[in-house]
């Protein structure tokens, strides 16, 4: 791995823990204005300083975040049909020229493996490995589940390894019972998990341990972290459980005090 992939890699993966937690707002690039993200800096903003990185795509980076801010950004460099739509028909929407002016830590993709449009996805990140791997650049990859998908550790190993078969520098998937396997899938590339729908708090902070406890090194959240009615203290717990080691309970208590 070339001193610049390595680089913008340790922005993100803390290098004194090992671990990381990014902030994930890009849903509006396929759901429109979410719930939680209509004046997406307004919720945001505030957060930033509990993140080590920010998920979000170049438009709402340029409308809602300032440029002064110190956060590593992981572009969200694919999109094209919404949600009315068959989501895994994505192309590329950002080139890595944009993505080097903008200055990005990460660019990212979803591969839907088992979907309509399994074979463009994998070639959507196939590219974004090229170019990355060109101008040292790493790319995290989401593992997109369908509408009719299994969530279990057979399909999101296989599709977490499929995905870094073809050379991603992160995964990102999704918890399942037996997570282990899914990481052990993996190798050396770090793992992350994504929120999904919103969870009671208690219930997100007890799905990162577990992430964590199976050799995840972070999560990517979005819902459960924006769309609690505490995001402030939501993030802090979910830090302190990443970095600080807190128990459930311990980070529980912080986001009811926070
Ligand atoms: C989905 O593909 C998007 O990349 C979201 O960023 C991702 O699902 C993480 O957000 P959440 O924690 O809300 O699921």
Redesign the pocket.
């Known amino acids: 791995m070339n001193w610049g992939m390595k680089n913008r890699l340790s922005r993100i993966i803390q290098p004194d823990t090992g671990r990381c937690l990014m902030l ?1 707002v ?2 509006g690039y396929f759901q429109g204005p979410t719930t939680g993200l209509r004046n997406l800096g307004a919720t945001v903003n505030p957060l930033l300083p509990y993140a080590d990185a920010l ?1 979000i795509t170049r438009g709402a980076l340029k409308g809602w975040i300032p440029p002064e801010t110190g956060k590593p950004i992981i572009l ?1 460099v694919s999109g094209g049909p919404t949600v009315l739509k068959e989501l895994s028909n994505e192309l590329v929407t950002t080139t890595i020229e944009d993505a080097i002016r903008i200055n990005a830590s990460a660019i990212t993709c ?1 591969v839907y493996i088992g979907a309509e449009f399994e074979k463009e996805t994998i070639a959507n990140l196939a590219q974004l490995v090229n170019d990355g791997e060109k101008y040292g650049i790493p790319v995290l990859s ?1 593992t ?1 589940v369908g509408r009719d998908m299994a969530r279990d550790a057979r399909f999101l190993g296989l599709a977490s390894r499929v995905c870094v078969e073809i050379g991603a520098h992160i995964i990102k998937t999704y918890y399942c019972e037996g997570f282990e396997q899914v990481v052990e899938a993996c190798g050396n590339v770090p793992v992350v998990i ?3 729908k919103k969870l009671p708090e208690k219930e997100a902070l007890e799905m990162a341990a577990g992430a964590l406890s199976c050799g995840a090194v972070g999560v ?5 972290i924006f769309q609690s009615d505490k995001p402030v203290a939501m993030i802090k717990a979910v830090r302190a459980l990443i970095h600080e080691k807190k128990s459930v309970d311990e980070a529980y208590e912080m986001y009811l005090n926070g």
Not at 220 to 224: A, E, F, K, T
């Open positions: 994930a890009d849903h998920m969200r979803s989401v997109a994504a929120g999904g990517d959240m979005g819902r459960n």
